[in-house]
């Protein structure tokens, strides 16, 4: 009888539960109380991330007390200052002028970078190793991957001891004769425009110029770029994602990666980066195809001049371990952009330069025609035979610096020269263009002199006041190889054509991963008579 109970007594318990669990049930599912708990849990996470917003905003501020700068939006921060209308490098020197070695710039609510311009502020920033920021350069992943523009630590390290046989100069000589072809076959394509005497937008055909030799140089591969009718994929989708990853930095809602993500930029970058992808996983597997021979590998391994891409898949680290397939196309990645775009960008500026300077343009002009002797090509000799066309590369490159500004996180406190410090998990920005501009470092700095890069006068500067491939243990691999495609790109041009600004479009600098112009840069040329 009392074991009966017992049951009764379980059952009526059970029964009593499942009634519970059926009316909780039934509550959860209801249409209204299902949105109600929705938006509970919705404004609980919203009070969480402003909450974190608010202090990180709080703690920022504290450590920038000591860092005065130009008053910004409680919301926007500067970003609306920035008006991409050609005037914003502009801005940033008035402020420079203001606030001396480095100013405070927010990005949103939260997001503050210290901005430097002075060399003094500098050299304590890039002699380190830290990091490049995690979140402009973060945007830049899904495109380039982890290659050694944004890998850092024991990655970075690895990768960078893996890759600088590839900059070697028995490496790089070869390359010279191959970049004069490509400049040949753009200033072929220019003689319609030397014979109309029209204006003609030169960073277009500088861009696929720099495609096509850095197509033959790093991966042995005759692209024909230049000479395809209409315009190339690839370089429209560079544009394109250059421009989205400065638009997603700028928005702060697109920070997030679901908003960007479902956005319809998010889905045009998705699109610029298939067809990127598309171009370098091409080159990639054109190249796997050949070292599957035995004998063709053998071949690539021992003959005397390798090209990038042979390095890198033959690389191997002291554990006999290569890179990894994922490794491997975010370096191709990389190289193909920065390989291409950046030294794009350098010469453009350059030749604008000398079109705006017509008396040294033809200073140049006399020293390459003594050196090349009539030749219609350049040899590697003749690279450093060229001093004052070399001052004048340099100072172009000070004027219009191909990458306007870089960025670090920091990993530990950096106390500057003064006294004052930033503590570790801040961003610190390093504006080149500014730097460059500095005119506590450069006399007359918005006027173009070539003289300033005589060995007297840049004894009398610091060494980081000129830092066009950045300087320290981050500085650009590639820039010797850079800085020769100038060179050869340069005396080609000015050996065959004189060239003459348009005063009717006068280029408006704009801000990008690469130095740009709002408006294109526009030029006009005129043959010259064929040497005697």
């Not at 949105?35 to 905003?57: D, E, H, P, S, W």
């Not at 200033?187 to 720099?210: C, G, I, P, R």
Request: glycine fraction near 4%; proline fraction near 6%.
């Amino acid at each position: 009888m009392l074991f009966a109970v017992e049951v009764s007594s379980s059952a009526h318990t059970a029964m009593e539960i499942y009634d519970k669990v059926q009316r909780a049930v039934q509550f959860y599912l209801d249409p209204i109380h299902f949105q109600c708990i929705i938006a509970v849990v919705a404004v609980v996470y919203i009070a969480l991330k402003v909450t974190q917003l608010v202090v990180r905003r709080y703690e920022d501020t504290r450590v920038l007390e000591s860092f005065p700068g130009p008053p910004g939006h409680w919301l926007f921060g500067h970003v609306k200052e920035f008006r991409q209308d050609g005037t914003d490098l502009d801005k940033v020197l008035k402020w420079g002028d203001a606030y001396p070695y480095a100013f405070p710039l927010w990005f949103g609510p939260s997001i503050a970078f210290l901005n430097i311009h002075h060399p003094s502020y500098a050299k304590t920033l890039l002699a380190s190793t830290e990091p490049k920021d995690d979140i402009a350069y973060r945007f830049l992943i899904p495109w380039i991957g982890e290659g050694l523009l944004v890998s850092h630590s024991n990655k970075w390290f690895r990768h960078r001891r893996l890759l600088t046989p590839g900059f070697h100069y028995d490496v790089l000589k070869p390359y010279v004769k191959l970049i004069a072809d490509s400049t040949k076959v753009m200033l072929d394509k220019w003689e319609n425009y030397a014979k109309t005497n029209e204006s003609f937008e030169l960073f277009q055909h500088v861009s696929l110029m720099t495609l096509d030799s850095i197509m033959k140089c790093g991966f042995s591969c005759n692209s024909n770029c230049q000479t395809e009718s209409g315009t190339n994929a690839y370089i429209k989708a560079v544009y394109e994602l250059c421009d989205l990853v400065n638009l997603r930095f700028r928005t702060f809602p697109y920070h997030s990666d679901i908003i960007f993500h479902l956005s319809p930029h998010g889905y045009r970058f998705r699109k610029a980066c298939k067809i990127a992808h598309g171009h370098t996983e091409e080159v990639i597997t054109r190249r796997k195809e050949i070292l599957k021979s035995e004998r063709e590998q053998e071949k690539v391994q021992t003959k005397r001049h390798l090209d990038f891409l042979d390095i890198l898949l033959c690389a191997r680290d002291d554990n006999q371990e290569g890179l990894a397939d994922e490794d491997i196309r975010a370096e191709v990645d990389t190289f193909m952009f920065e390989g291409h775009d950046t030294t794009a960008s350098g010469i453009s500026w350059l030749l604008f330069s000398l079109a705006s300077n017509p008396e040294h343009q033809q200073t140049c002009r006399e020293e390459i025609t003594q050196v090349l002797q009539g030749k219609d090509n350049m040899d590697w000799e003749d690279l450093s035979k060229i001093p004052y066309t070399t001052m004048c590369i340099k100072e172009s490159l000070r004027m219009y610096p191909p990458v306007p500004g870089i960025a670090r996180k920091l990993t530990k406190p950096l106390t500057f020269f003064d006294g004052r410090t930033v503590p570790a998990g801040f961003l610190v920005g390093t504006s080149v263009f500014g730097m460059h501009r500095n005119a506590t470092v450069w006399e007359n700095p918005n006027v173009f002199d070539p003289l300033r890069f005589l060995p007297e006068n840049c004894a009398q500067r610091s060494p980081h006041a000129f830092v066009p491939f950045s300087a320290g243990p981050r500085n650009c691999i590639g820039q010797t190889f850079a800085m020769n495609e100038m060179k050869v790109a340069v005396c080609l041009t000015l050996k065959r054509y004189e060239l003459m600004t348009d005063p009717d479009l006068k280029p408006k600098m704009l801000p990008r991963l690469v130095l740009r112009s709002l408006n294109g840069i526009y030029l006009r040329i005129k043959p010259l008579e064929p040497e005697p």
